[in-house]
T-cell receptor, first 115, second 113 residues
Framework: GAVVSQHPSWVICKSGTSVKIECRSL??????MFWYRQFPKQSLMLMAT?????????EQGVEKDKFLINHASLTLSTLTVTSAHPEDSSFYIC???????????FGPGTRLTVL | KQEVTQIPAALSVPEGENLVLNCSFT??????LQWFRQDPGKGLTSLLL?????REQTSGRLNASLDKSSGRSTLYIAASQPGDSATYLC????????????FGKGTTLSVSS
């Protein structure tokens, strides 16, 4: 199957700082990328959908000014958590899909801890 | 809005038992349904993907069925092993271009030796 990577795999930051998470499709061109958030013992909640070269579509309740998504190329999407607070601590997972695939391929996730 | 429900939320069984995990979804207009495994603190491992036109998929000791009209899917695990202990997530994709998978809350399985 296709491979999706995320970087970093974990990050600890101070409250008020911004954190950037990268999601890359390594062996295919991802026309669409998705960002999910997972709190402890909860399921994955879709945050936003992004198509290459266009603005992301955010799910209801997700602050677009706080969670900045950039899908600038067919192999890279970034999620920036701006002015992070402890309640933003979570497991962030990206996934990617190409026109030629029926399924989404998931990255390994990034564990964010905000102190 | 699509909602995915998984029952039971948790399950504990002795090694060797056959077991069934249930998934239901409210909108039957799906493109496909996928079962994942997630180990604690880890990412997702895709187990089985069933297209809307299919009724089941099998991989090793795993068998997933889909009844689209009734909005149900089951994941059957035969001869369970301690290594099967994990959270199993069911997810559906709507029958629209560009849509994301919507996940259930998962069933946490514990298999004791």
């Amino acid at each position: 199957g296709a491979v999706v990577s995320q970087h970093p795999s974990w990050v600890i930051c101070k409250s008020g700082t911004s954190v950037k998470i990268e999601c890359r499709s390594l062996d295919f061109q991802a026309t669409t990328m998705f960002w999910y958030r997972q709190f402890p013992k909860q399921s994955l909640m879709l945050m936003a959908t992004s198509n290459e070269g266009s603005k992301a579509t955010y799910e209801q309740g997700v602050e677009k000014d706080k969670f900045l998504i950039n899908h600038a190329s067919l192999t890279l999407s970034t999620l920036t958590v701006t002015s992070a607070h402890p309640e933003d601590s979570s497991f962030y997972i990206c996934s990617a899909r190409a026109w030629t695939y029926n399924e989404q391929f998931f990255g390994p996730g990034t564990r964010l801890t905000v102190l | 809005k699509q909602e995915v429900t998984q029952i039971p939320a948790a399950l504990s069984v002795p090694e060797g038992e056959n077991l069934v995990l249930n998934c239901s979804f409210t909108d039957s207009a799906i493109y496909n349904l996928q079962w994942f495994r997630q180990d604690p603190g880890k990412g997702l491992t895709s187990l089985l993907l069933i297209q809307s036109s299919q009724r089941e998929q099998t991989s090793g000791r795993l068998n997933a069925s889909l009844d689209k009209s009734s909005g149900r899917s089951t994941l059957y695990i035969a001869a369970s092993q301690p290594g099967d202990s994990a959270t199993y997530l069911c997810a559906v994709r709507a029958n629209q271009a560009g849509t994301a998978l919507i996940f259930g809350k998962g069933t946490t399985l514990s298999v004791s030796s």
